[in-house]
């Protein structure tokens, strides 16, 4: 059965830390990988990675993909109280027709 | 473009009672997806579709049914309500093509409590 484990579940820390978030997974036919920041309502997209572009940054977000470790790292540097949410990593599948398969998501709060 | 939209934002369900989660997109994408978010959880895929007339079950289809018979149309019913269905409901769309691939549009979601 393909899965997608995040840890940690949940995360405190304060202004100005550094925070790493992981992603592993067990997919067949693995496409690509996706984190979503997911604030009050719908989550919003961050990242793609692939086999094709493993490292993505933006800002003081990073994400590296390990193929090899069937895992990925979100980095965030200098949090602000802004990125507390629900971070989320899916995994996008070529079994039959294309589907993702969600984690179950990483609770960061951020406290001033 | 309004995007993707959900209606009802929220709804009360009595156990065995049955009812339609509509969403539609502007945005003339094939592909649709239907998700349900239970408290502190990440999304369960319910149904997806990859263009008009064409659905598939996801991981968790038991208890739902969908159609597809347009491209902006992708209703999720709910027969038979059980407390087990009490969630959040998302619907997300995304165009074709491999650089649109993490790009899902979702909607604003649809909070249902089943009691």
């Known amino acids: 059965e393909d899965k997608v484990v995040q840890s940690p579940l949940s995360l405190v820390v304060h202004e100005g830390d550094t925070v790493t978030l992981n992603c592993s997974y067990e997919v067949t036919n693995f496409r690509s990988l996706l984190w979503y920041k997911q604030e009050k309502k719908a989550p919003t997209f961050l990242f793609m990675l692939?086999?094709?572009?493993i490292e993505k940054k933006s800002g003081r977000l990073s994400s590296i993909l390990d193929k090899k470790e069937l895992s990925s790292i979100l980095n965030i540097t200098a949090t602000q109280t802004g990125d507390s949410a629900i971070y989320l990593c899916a995994v996008l599948s070529t079994s039959g027709t294309y589907k993702y398969i969600f984690g179950t998501g990483t609770r960061l709060k951020v406290l001033a | 473009n309004a995007g993707v939209t959900q209606t009802p934002k929220f709804r009360i369900l009595k156990i065995g009672q049955s009812m339609t989660l509509q969403c539609t997109q502007d945005?003339?994408?094939?592909?649709m997806y239907w998700y349900r978010q239970d408290p502190g959880m990440g999304l369960k895929l319910i149904y997806y579709?990859?263009?008009?007339?064409?659905?598939d079950k996801g991981e968790v289809p038991n208890g739902y049914n969908v159609s597809r018979s347009t491209t902006e149309d992708f209703p999720l019913r709910l027969e038979l309500a059980a407390p087990s269905q009490t969630s959040v409901y998302f619907c997300?769309?995304?165009?074709?093509?491999?650089?649109?691939?993490?790009?899902?549009?979702f909607g604003p979601g649809t909070r249902l409590l089943v009691l």
């Open positions: 997300a769309s995304r165009p074709t093509g491999l650089p649109h691939e993490g790009t899902q549009y």
């Open positions: 945005m003339n994408h094939n592909y």
């Open positions: 692939t086999s094709s572009g």
């Open positions: 579709s990859v263009g008009a007339g064409i659905t």
